[in-house]
Structures are given as structure tokens and as C-alpha cells.
T-cell receptor, first 112, second 116 residues
Framework: AQSVAQPEDQVNVAEGNPLTVKCTYS??????LFWYVQYPNRGLQFLLK??????LVKGSYGFEAEFNKSQTSFHLKKPSALVSDSALYFC??????????FGTGTRLKVLA | DADVTQTPRNRITKTGKRIMLECSQT?????MYWYRQDPGLGLRLIYY???????NKGEISDGYSVSRQAQAKFSLSLESAIPNQTALYFC???????????????FGPGTRLTVL
């Protein structure tokens, strides 16, 4: 079965420090991986995706993610966190022709 | 996002009532989706539609039905609402550039539904 896991319910980081939000996946074929962010009272917004090629993917708002095939991971990173980055982050893997499988979400809190 | 709108944004109803949630999009996408979000469970797919004549069940379709009235409109109905359908509901669209596997999805702002 295909699945995605976000092992941390919440991540706290001080403003200006680097942040990492973890995601691991399990798929039978080639993985197509996504990160979305949800701000309060808003829908999910696309941040970035890995399809093929360079393992380091750059996305919106200064975020990037590194695809690691051997560790089946796709961790989201940012070199310097902002208070405005505080939100709920979802990792997703594409499965089949229509379906995303979403992780359970990680709440990021950036402390001033 | 303004390109994908959902009405109502909030709704409180009683057990047994029929409820319709509506979604409209101006992105011109063929594919539309309904998800529900529950704390600690992430998003789960209820129904999806590849075009007006193609509607499919997702992983949690029991108790729900949908109607694709036009390319731009996709409605979700709860025929007889029950308390465990209390959740945040999202509509999404995608463009189907590559057969769906790598498509980015674009989400509406959500409808918060409470069933008493």
C-alpha cells in the first residue's frame, strides 16, 4: 500500500534558525511528491513538488525540499525561518492517475 | 484562493438534514475533487471528477453524493447529515497536464460544517 508519514505533529523553531519538516513515503513505483501549506482559515497552497531530476527542489517563499530515494524521504527545509511561516504543512504522494495521499500534517511554530 | 470558491464557508445543521456544499472554479480545469479534513487525519478524498460525465468515488464516499453541473461547478451533498460528518471540506482542481500523476492541485478556502 502506498503511504506517506509526517512523524512530527508539531515543530517549534526560533525565528532566523533553519527549519526542517519531515516526510517519508512508501510507494510501489516512481514517487511524485508534494508539499502544501495551510494558513489559518485558508485552503491548502502548493509549495513545491518533486517529479524527476535534481534531488533538491526549490519552491515558493524560500522553501526547498530534498528527495532522498535511499531513505524514502522528502523533507521540507528553509535556511532562515520567519514568524509568518507558522502554519500547517502537508506532504503528499501521488498515487495512480488521480489520487493524492496526504500525510497527517505538521504544525510549524516559529517563535519570535 | 479566489480562483476556486466554496459556499457556504461555515454551516451548522442538525442530524438528518440534507446539505449541499458548492464549489466553483475559474481556472478552466477539467479535474475537480472533494476532500474532508479532520484533525490528525490529514485530507481524505471523497469524490473526484475528470470531466462533466466522469465522476468517481474516493476513499470515503459513503454518506455523500456529488453533482458536476458544468466544467466549473462541482457540488457535494450530504443526503442525511450525521455528527461524524462534522469536518472541514475542501474542493480542489487540477489541470491534467500529465495524466494526473504530477498535477498540482489548487484548493478552495474550505467549508466548515458542523452537524449537531
Amino acid at each position: 500500500a502506498q503511504s506517506v508519514a509526517q512523524p512530527e505533529d508539531q515543530v517549534n523553531v526560533a525565528e532566523g534558525n533553519p527549519l526542517t519538516v519531515k516526510c517519508t513515503y512508501s510507494v510501489s513505483g516512481n514517487p511524485y511528491l508534494f508539499w502544501y501549506v495551510q494558513y489559518p482559515n485558508r485552503g491548502l497552497q502548493f509549495l513545491l513538488k518533486y517529479i524527476t531530476g535534481d534531488n533538491l527542489v526549490k519552491g515558493s517563499y524560500g522553501f526547498e525540499a530534498e528527495f532522498n530515494k535511499s531513505q524514502t524521504s522528502f523533507h521540507l527545509k528553509k535556511p532562515s525561518a520567519l514568524v509568518s511561516d507558522s502554519a500547517l504543512y502537508f506532504c503528499a504522494v501521488s498515487s495512480g492517475t488521480y489520487k493524492y495521499i496526504f500525510g497527517t500534517g505538521t504544525r510549524l511554530k516559529v517563535l519570535a | 484562493d479566489a480562483d476556486v470558491t466554496q459556499t457556504p464557508r461555515n454551516r451548522i445543521t442538525k442530524t438528518g438534514k440534507r446539505i449541499m456544499l458548492e464549489c466553483s472554479q475559474t481556472k478552466g480545469h477539467d479535474r475537480m475533487y472533494w476532500y474532508r479534513q479532520d484533525p490528525g487525519l490529514g485530507l481524505r478524498l471523497i469524490y473526484y471528477s475528470f470531466d462533466v460525465k466522469d465522476i468517481n468515488k474516493g476513499e470515503i464516499s459513503d454518506g455523500y453524493s456529488v453533482s458536476r453541473q458544468a466544467q466549473a461547478k462541482f457540488s457535494l451533498s450530504l443526503e442525511s447529515a450525521i455528527p461524524n460528518q462534522t469536518a472541514l471540506y475542501f474542493c480542489a482542481t487540477s489541470e491534467d497536464r500529465t495524466g494526473g500523476l504530477t498535477d498540482t492541485q489548487y484548493f478552495g478556502p474550505g467549508t466548515r460544517l458542523t452537524v449537531l
